[in-house]
């Protein structure tokens, strides 16, 4: 349905070599924009924007039409646009708190498809690679929600936490998803615990995903 004209990526360690990054780029039909750390690449996953909101907001149309409908055009109207837009502007907000300069999800895909729209709304209507086919979800544990929200959103939120945000509507989609599917999914998630960051500072979590490779590791040094 189409293909993105770059590809976001980091490593970890974040100290590959360059040789190592061109063999890597040699995979993939795209140019690599390679970012600071994995810390980074997951706060600009987009799918937990623009999946798991519309899904629960439709999800009486899941249920019903079982995905026979337009995902992004039929269904993001307005109201549903609108809530997406705050997950958004919720990501952002923690992404900035952790050192970075996140770009909104509409920025993202204009630059991963080459395009100018303006608002999230407008590319939903109007992007062709998106509603060439319905794309919808024909039941409730599809991995928009069963994915996007436990390994997504939950890390966001439990991230915003740390620092002092409290991300509502992130919460009231992880909240929502919960009760849908009857799985505490703040608990069940990639939350900070699992993670081994629930003691841990913002400075901490920081250096955790930008270390380099240990000194020690000669061999894998050699290697990469």
């Not at 249920?63 to 919720?90: H, P, Q």
């Not at 509409?106 to 690679?129: H, K, L």
């Not at 928009?144 to 409290?166: A, M, N, R, S, T």
């Not at 400075?203 to 380099?212: D, L």
Request: with cysteine; net charge negative; charged share 25%.
């Amino acid at each position: 349905m189409g293909i993105k004209s770059i590809m976001p990526i980091a490593a970890m360690p974040v100290d590959v070599s360059e040789a190592l990054r061109d063999e890597i780029g040699a995979i993939f039909p795209m140019p690599l924009q390679w970012r600071s750390n994995v810390l980074e690449i997951g706060m600009s996953c987009i799918t937990g924007v623009i999946h798991p909101t519309p899904a629960l907001m439709n999800a009486g149309w899941i249920e019903t039409r079982r995905g026979d409908f337009y995902f992004y055009r039929e269904g993001m109207s307005t109201s549903v646009a609108r809530v997406i837009d705050e997950v958004d502007k919720e990501r952002m907000a923690i992404a900035r708190e952790f050192g970075f300069k996140p770009q909104s999800v509409v920025a993202i895909m204009n630059s991963y498809y080459d395009r100018a729209f303006a608002s999230f709304g407008e590319f939903a209507r109007e992007t062709v690679e998106h509603n060439t086919t319905k794309m919808a979800p024909t039941h409730m544990r599809d991995r928009f929600i069963v994915q996007d929200v436990p390994y997504v959103l939950v890390p966001w939120f439990e991230l915003g936490v740390k620092v002092g945000l409290h991300s509502t509507a992130i919460k009231s989609i992880i909240d929502l998803a919960s009760i849908v599917n009857e799985t505490d999914y703040l608990e069940t998630g990639r939350n900070l615990r699992r993670l081994g960051l629930d003691a841990a500072s913002k400075g901490q979590v920081i250096e955790t995903f930008s270390a380099p490779l240990a000194p020690w590791d000669d061999e894998l040094r050699r290697i990469a």
